[in-house]
């Protein structure tokens, strides 16, 4: 028995694991040589989209999404770990709570990765960004964190022998909890087949909730634990104690409440309702004032110790990545100013700020904290410490050549979009001479991401020779510590201040005393209070926004014209997003004379209530397809696919010519129009019941017109069929017309045609009985759907 500090406790032997840490930290090393590898590619395919022609597997909008989730989920999930599973153990001075749980996560999360790799290629995506996987992968990720990660992380909190939790563990918490929560709730879905799942949500409520997880993914994945990773790792490397306790609760409560608001940002100038946008964005300026106490915080840290920073690359790495956390944290309160966000939405200057941060904040911490963990885990000294410091200066030239060409061209194709000559006129009408005119900028970012990957490579060597010389057996120390008693009596903070000499108020004083911190300090340690109060303050925040967008029915005005995609048309849609097509183009046009000047009437609420997902986008490396129905023949799409610079010459699109090929399965279809169904769209009979024939009617009828535009005869089997189906149904249900009441109470047969489908190639052909039904009950419709 022994008296301690903490009060009388049996004293209790223990080890760490190190062996989990070491298994993350190799993954971490591995999967950064993926995904910048990843990101490599995809920025050649840009500059060089033929490259892979014929192969539908490597094109670029297949490969962008496979590169962000090896780069999030692969190389920062890893280094999340590898930094949680080191530091929670030494921070609570236990053992992590079970070691099957602790494997079970590594190889179960490998699995997800693996899985992610394989499906994203092949086409098998929800199209959501940050959020493609799967409904059954999304199942297996929600029992690996939340269960297996979760649970552990939050039983040895439990069992911990250390009284009070350090801030590096409230930013797990909170990472933990809130990405389960961004998880579940965005994911749900309605399964059609293995491979494919339907969201709840639709159109407008769909956007809301996907930028609500998109954004906060960001904050709750690649920000808070982070941020904990840099409150442990660098007062280690610089042995320095954290600068201000008061500062690190001050700015982890804010970041937690107000980060979840700020996802409305993404949407400015889109159909979601201006409350939500206009909230997004004041939230996001607040949020300036947080992230900045955590750079402060964390730079103060190195106070009398400036002068390691010269000599110690693990520092330069820390150094260098909390400034680019203190920029990207600056520039994304400015980007989610309205007038600055109508500049710079959709052009690149979105992915030179993403980069910033990804390279920068996230590449240069992980890599910090790597260095300054591989000699311990591996228990002898790093192999080569030029090669690190070789590695720092590499990598920070090859951000600055990333990043700055990257914002060159946002800046160029924001400006270019939006110029008009002094007749009214856009300078630039065809979209793709603004593409043209960035691509040497694109080359130059190439140049940068050889230099960063040339950096990775470096720690991959630097590590494999570490571990040649790690010694046979490694050492397992033992260490002793009280077990926490099951009583303890807090000592009441002193209620004295500067002030008892000042003639003030009672309330400034005991405002006074309050800012000491003491209520906190009872909530650190009390695990499972703090984790619920973190859960109150995230989910709060949530609803605020949530509850008004899905119950106030204005936020979606109903319009009559707009109906279900027929089953060839939902195909079609099923064959854009398998494509990531909304990697290069968007569907929304924005209320701005240049937009609808080049694209036509901006994009209205009630045009997407049968969108899932929606398809807004969020970068436009092609032109807006909200109005693309009936713009062009279906044989000029035929052509595009085919041979994209044959038809639109300067064009950076790779052919598509696999889906002249491809076997349009009609069989295929019915789940789709079931899902659907079943979500509120109101199909009939015929369409249900009798899905394949519906189809291939329409399908004969697009291969018609195709032979009688000069195309090939016979290819109504043929994917991209159904894919101009879809093309040629975009956007053109708002000019229609509504059919009288007195019509469709005609015979079956006889319904007139409406004025608006004139404007569509296939109108004639779609206006069905069915249609005359759907006309019908289309305010009823909308109203579930919305």
């Known amino acids: 028995m022994a008296s301690t500090a903490h009060g009388a406790g049996e004293?209790?032997?223990?080890?760490?694991?190190?062996?989990?840490?070491?298994?993350?930290?190799?993954?971490?090393?591995?999967?950064?040589?993926?995904?910048?590898?990843?990101?490599?590619?995809?920025?050649?395919?840009?500059?060089?989209?033929?490259?892979?022609?014929?192969?539908?597997?490597?094109?670029?909008?297949?490969?962008?999404?496979?590169?962000?989730?090896?780069?999030?989920?692969?190389?920062?999930?890893?280094?999340?770990?590898?930094?949680?599973?080191?530091?929670?153990?030494?921070?609570?001075?236990?053992?992590?709570?079970?070691?099957?749980?602790?494997?079970?996560?590594?190889?179960?999360?490998?699995?997800?990765?693996?899985?992610?790799?394989?499906?994203?290629?092949?086409?098998?995506?929800?199209?959501?960004?940050?959020?493609?996987?799967?409904?059954?992968?999304?199942?297996?990720?929600?029992?690996?964190?939340?269960?297996?990660?979760?649970g552990n992380f939050l039983m040895t909190l439990i069992k911990r022998r250390e009284r009070h939790m350090y801030v590096a563990l409230w930013f797990y918490i909170a990472t933990i909890i809130t990405v389960a929560v961004l998880h579940v709730f965005n994911n749900l879905c309605i399964p059609a087949g293995w491979f494919k799942g339907y969201s709840v949500y639709a159109g407008?409520?769909?956007?809301?909730?996907?930028?609500?997880?998109?954004?906060?993914?960001?904050?709750?994945?690649?920000?808070?634990?982070?941020?904990?990773?840099?409150?442990?790792?660098?007062?280690?490397?610089?042995?320095?104690?954290?600068?201000?306790?008061?500062?690190?609760?001050?700015?982890?409560?804010?970041?937690?409440?107000?980060?979840?608001?700020?996802?409305?940002?993404?949407?400015?100038?889109?159909?979601?309702?201006?409350?939500?946008?206009?909230?997004?964005?004041?939230?996001?300026?607040?949020?300036?004032?947080?992230?900045?106490?955590?750079?402060?915080n964390g730079l103060l840290t190195l106070r009398g110790a400036w002068h390691k920073v010269a000599s110690d690359p693990v520092l330069k790495f820390f150094v260098v990545g909390i400034t680019f956390y203190g920029m990207s944290t600056f520039e994304g309160p400015m980007l989610s100013v309205k007038s600055v966000n109508a500049l710079s939405h959709y052009t690149d200057w979105t992915i030179a700020h993403v980069h910033s941060g990804a390279l920068g904040w996230n590449g240069f911490m992980a890599f910090g904290m790597l260095y300054w963990l591989l000699p311990r885990i591996y228990q002898t000294k790093i192999w080569s410490d030029k090669l690190v410091s070789l590695h720092f200066w590499t990598g920070t030239i090859g951000i600055l050549l990333y990043i700055i060409?990257?914002?060159?061209?946002?800046?160029?194709?924001?400006?270019?979009?939006?110029?008009?000559?002094?007749?009214?006129?856009?300078?630039?009408?065809?979209?793709?001479?603004?593409?043209?005119?960035?691509?040497i900028l694109w080359w130059m970012r190439v140049l940068g991401g050889i230099l960063y990957v040339s950096g990775v490579c470096m720690l991959c060597w630097n590590t494999l020779m570490t571990w040649f010389a790690r010694p046979a057996t490694y050492d397992v120390p033992v260490y002793t510590a009280p077990k926490l008693s099951k009583t303890y009596s807090e000592p009441k903070p002193s209620r004295d201040t500067e002030f008892d000499e000042v003639p003030m108020l009672d309330l400034g004083r005991n405002m006074s005393t309050w800012a000491k911190m003491g209520w906190h300090r009872r909530w650190e340690r009390l695990p499972v209070t703090f984790t619920v109060l973190v859960t109150i303050a995230v989910v709060v925040a949530t609803l605020f926004e949530a509850v008004p967008t899905f119950l106030i029915r204005s936020n979606i005005p109903t319009i009559a014209t707009v109906?279900?995609?027929?089953?060839?048309?939902?195909?079609?849609?099923?064959?854009?997003?398998?494509?990531?097509?909304?990697?290069?183009?968007?569907?929304?046009?924005?209320?701005?004379?240049?937009?609808?000047?080049?694209?036509?009437?901006?994009?209205?609420?009630?045009?997407?209530?049968?969108?899932?997902?929606?398809?807004?986008?969020?970068?436009?490396?092609?032109?807006d397809l909200a109005r693309e129905g009936g713009r062009q023949s279906s044989f000029w799409h035929?052509?595009?696919?085919?041979?994209?610079?044959?038809?639109?010459?300067?064009?950076?699109?790779?052919?598509?010519?696999?889906?002249?090929?491809?076997?349009?399965?009609?069989?295929?279809?019915?789940?789709?129009?079931?899902?659907?169904?079943?979500?509120?769209?109101?199909?009939?009979?015929?369409?249900?019941?009798?899905?394949?024939?519906?189809?291939?009617?329409?399908?004969?009828?697009?291969?018609?017109?195709?032979?009688?535009?000069?195309?090939?005869?016979?290819?109504?089997?043929?994917?991209?069929?159904?894919?101009?189906?879809?093309?040629?149904?975009?956007?053109?249900?708002?000019?229609?017309?509504?059919?009288?009441?007195?019509?469709?109470?005609?015979?079956?047969?006889?319904?007139?045609?409406?004025?608006?489908?004139?404007?569509?190639p296939e109108g004639d052909e779609q206006t069905t009985d069915a249609e005359a039904d759907v006309a019908g009950n289309t305010s009823e419709s909308s109203a579930s759907a919305g």
């Open 563 to 623: 109906e279900p995609y027929t089953p060839l048309e939902l195909y079609g849609r099923h064959l854009y997003v398998s494509e990531g097509c909304y990697n290069c183009h968007s569907q929304m046009i924005r209320p701005m004379v240049a937009e609808t000047k080049r694209y036509g009437e901006y994009s209205k609420p009630g045009e997407f209530i049968y969108d899932r997902p929606f398809q807004w986008g969020s970068r436009r490396i092609g032109p």
């Open 638 to 760: 035929w052509r595009h696919f085919e041979n994209p610079m044959e038809v639109s010459p300067g064009s950076v699109m790779p052919s598509y010519k696999h889906l002249l090929h491809n076997e349009l399965k009609f069989d295929a279809i019915a789940p789709h129009v079931k899902a659907a169904w079943y979500l509120g769209a109101p199909y009939d009979d015929d369409a249900l019941n009798n899905t394949s024939e519906v189809a291939y009617k329409q399908a004969e009828r697009i291969a018609a017109e195709i032979v009688s535009q000069g195309g090939p005869a016979n290819k109504m089997d043929r994917q991209a069929v159904a894919l101009i189906a879809y093309l040629q149904r975009i956007g053109v249900d708002l000019f229609k017309t509504p059919a009288p009441e007195a019509t469709a109470e005609k015979a079956d047969g006889e319904q007139a045609p409406a004025d608006g489908e004139a404007e569509t």
């Open 405 to 439: 060409p990257i914002y060159a061209a946002g800046l160029m194709q924001g400006l270019m979009w939006r110029a008009m000559d002094e007749t009214g006129n856009l300078m630039y009408p065809d979209f793709v001479e603004t593409v043209q005119s960035i691509v």
């Open 11 to 150: 004293l209790e032997s223990f080890s760490y694991d190190d062996a989990i840490v070491r298994m993350f930290a190799t993954a971490t090393i591995v999967w950064a040589l993926v995904g910048t590898l990843a990101g490599l590619i995809v920025a050649v395919l840009l500059v060089m989209p033929s490259l892979t022609e014929g192969i539908p597997y490597l094109t670029f909008a297949r490969l962008r999404p496979l590169h962000t989730n090896a780069a999030i989920f692969a190389f920062a999930g890893n280094a999340i770990f590898a930094a949680v599973y080191y530091s929670t153990q030494r921070l609570c001075k236990a053992r992590m709570w079970s070691d099957v749980l602790s494997r079970l996560h590594f190889w179960g999360w490998q699995l997800i990765i693996v899985l992610a790799a394989v499906t994203i290629p092949f086409g098998i995506t929800q199209s959501r960004e940050y959020a493609e996987l799967e409904w059954p992968i999304d199942l297996l990720i929600a029992v690996v964190w939340l269960f297996i990660f979760g």
């Open 204 to 296: 407008v409520q769909d956007a809301f909730m996907q930028w609500w997880y998109g954004h906060n993914a960001v904050a709750f994945f690649l920000t808070t634990p982070f941020l904990g990773l840099m409150y442990y790792f660098l007062p280690k490397a610089a042995d320095r104690p954290v600068f201000s306790y008061k500062l690190s609760i001050i700015h982890f409560w804010s970041l937690v409440f107000i980060y979840i608001w700020a996802g409305p940002h993404h949407l400015h100038f889109t159909a979601l309702p201006e409350w939500a946008s206009t909230l997004g964005m004041l939230f996001s300026v607040m949020l300036w004032m947080p992230s900045w106490g955590g750079m402060i």
